[in-house]
């Protein structure tokens, strides 16, 4: 059972561009993880949230963790080719054990 | 900050034999190590979880006679793909837990 739904599965824009990729849960996490991949390697972490509601920014992308601490976005504003990859969501179940969402793959054309 | 090294990166084998995957903490130690597998522009599934000193606990449906787990050190964690199957091929990827995850760069294994 995937317990972290995350839209778009694909998603494919032009650079200068933003977008939002969203990840939801009928399930409660302690805290919320989100994550890049690029092909071939293991996924680098961007960010970890943890209270309801809570907004954080690195540079060009906005997170925000939901007030229930069961949905989570991630903004990214004016998208560069750099930003291209597999944004994966992750959430805790506890004692580290993250589940993963199912993954939004990004592409931006230059 | 925190490496967590995985090898090999890539590793071809015949159908039947075994294949081992090492997953080592470089400068911290892991008393945990989770390992998961990703198949092509799939997300990450969790495979198992690994204890230091004791057996790995494992995921619903993941076999633990053929994904042989050992953590038999706080830096070292394996995981042994027996009588693989071409099936078995995918990306296996491990993680410790410190704040957050931190990856390994993951294996791809082809069974041919």
């Known amino acids: 059972t995937q317990l972290l739904e995350q839209s778009p599965q694909f998603l494919s824009i032009q650079e200068g561009e933003n977008l939002t990729v969203y990840c939801n849960s009928s399930?409660?996490?302690?805290?919320l993880q989100w994550y890049r991949q690029e092909p071939g390697e293991g996924p680098v972490l961007l960010v970890t949230?943890?209270?309801?509601?809570e907004v954080k920014k690195l540079k060009r992308l906005t997170f925000q963790f939901g007030d229930a601490r069961k949905d989570s976005s991630l903004h990214i504003t004016a998208a560069q080719p750099g930003d291209t990859g597999l944004y994966l969501c992750?959430?805790?179940?506890?004692?580290?054990?993250?589940?993963f969402g199912t993954g939004t793959r990004l592409k931006v054309l230059a | 900050g925190a490496v967590v090294s995985q090898h090999p990166s890539w590793v071809i084998c015949k159908s039947g034999t075994s294949v081992k995957i090492e997953c080592r903490s470089l400068?911290?130690?892991?008393?945990?190590m989770f390992w998961y597998r990703q198949f092509p522009k799939q997300s990450l599934m969790l495979m198992a979880t690994?204890?230091?000193?004791?057996?790995?606990?494992?995921e619903q449906g993941v076999e633990k006679d053929k994904f042989l787990i050992n953590h038999a050190s706080l830096t070292l964690s394996t995981l042994t793909v027996t009588s693989a199957h071409p099936e078995d091929s995918s990306f296996y990827i491990c993680?410790?837990?410190?704040?957050?995850?931190?990856f390994g760069s993951g294996t791809r294994l082809t069974v041919v």
């Open positions: 949230v943890v209270t309801g509601g």
């Open positions: 993680s410790a837990a410190t704040d957050g995850y931190t």
């Open positions: 400068d911290f130690q892991a008393t945990t």
């Open positions: 399930s409660v996490f302690s805290s």
């Open positions: 690994s204890n230091e000193g004791s057996k790995a606990t494992y």
């Open positions: 992750a959430g805790d179940r506890g004692t580290y054990k993250y589940i």
